[in-house]
T-cell receptor, first 110, second 114 residues
Framework: EDQVTQSPEALRLQEGESSSLNCSYT??????LFWYRQDPGKGPEFLFT???AGEEKEKERLKATLTKKESFLHITAPKPEDSATYLC???????????FGQGTRLTINP | DAGVTQSPTHLIKTRGQQVTLRCSPK?????VSWYQQALGQGPQFIFQ???????QRGNFPDRFSGHQFPNYSSELNVNALLLGDSALYLC?????????????FGSGTRLTVV
């Protein structure tokens, strides 16, 4: 069964303090690994898709990396507006569904 | 460019009742997926519709059913509501074969069963 585990469950940082969020996964043939950001009361907002080990993608202060067993979302010099829940999801080959982790709730204090 | 539109935004129903939630996909998208998100959890896949057919279904009972219309919009129906059905219901749209560009989610319908 495809599975995604995210850690930590919650992370509190000071503005400018860089850190990383972890997403460990098991999947029967990876079609894609997705990162989403979700603000309270809103739907998930797409950030990145990664396909194969070694791939990296960047967007502003965020950088996502992928290995065969896990993905990291690196946050460099975060700002308070980066506070949100970050969700990781995998899609298996020949599958339509996304399997999500429980998310990491990130808080950036000014 | 309108994103995914869901209605209603909030809903309160009584145990045993039936509910219908609606979703209009992002312009240019032809595939709609439904997810249930309990508080503090990640979304769980309910089912996906493409060309008015259910393509894949998650581990949800038959009380959960859906439909896709020729204009690609979709409905999620839940019968015999249980207290445990209280959650945020999310609709996600995509273009078949272009999922790599990401599924676009709506803001969801918050369903409370009392």
């Amino acid at each position: 069964e495809d599975q995604v585990t995210q850690s930590p469950e919650a992370l509190r940082l000071q503005e400018g303090e860089s850190s990383s969020l972890n997403c460990s996964y098991t999947v029967s043939g990876l079609r894609g690994l997705f990162w989403y950001r979700q603000d309270p009361g809103k739907g998930p907002e797409f950030l990145f898709t990664l396909y194969s080990a070694g791939e990296e993608k960047e967007k502003e202060r965020l950088k996502a990396t992928l290995t065969k067993k896990e993905s990291f979302l690196h946050i460099t010099a975060p700002k308070p507006e980066d506070s949100a829940t970050y969700l990781c999801a995998v899609q298996a080959a020949e599958a339509q569904k996304l399997v999500f982790g429980q998310g990491t709730r990130l808080t950036i204090n000014p | 460019d309108a994103g995914v539109t869901q209605s209603p935004t909030h809903l309160i129903k009584t145990r045993g009742q039936q509910v219908t939630l609606r979703c209009s996909p992002k312009s240019g998208h032809d595939t709609v997926s439904w997810y249930q998100q309990a508080l503090g959890q990640g979304p769980q896949f309910i089912f996906q519709y493409y060309e008015e057919e259910e393509r894949q279904r998650g581990n949800f009972p038959d009380r959960f059913s859906g439909h896709q219309f020729p204009n690609y919009s979709s409905e999620l129906n839940v019968n015999a509501l249980l207290l445990g059905d209280s959650a945020l219901y999310l609709c996600a749209s995509s273009l078949q074969g272009r999922e790599a560009y990401g599924y676009t989610f709506g803001s969801g319908t918050r369903l409370t069963v009392v």
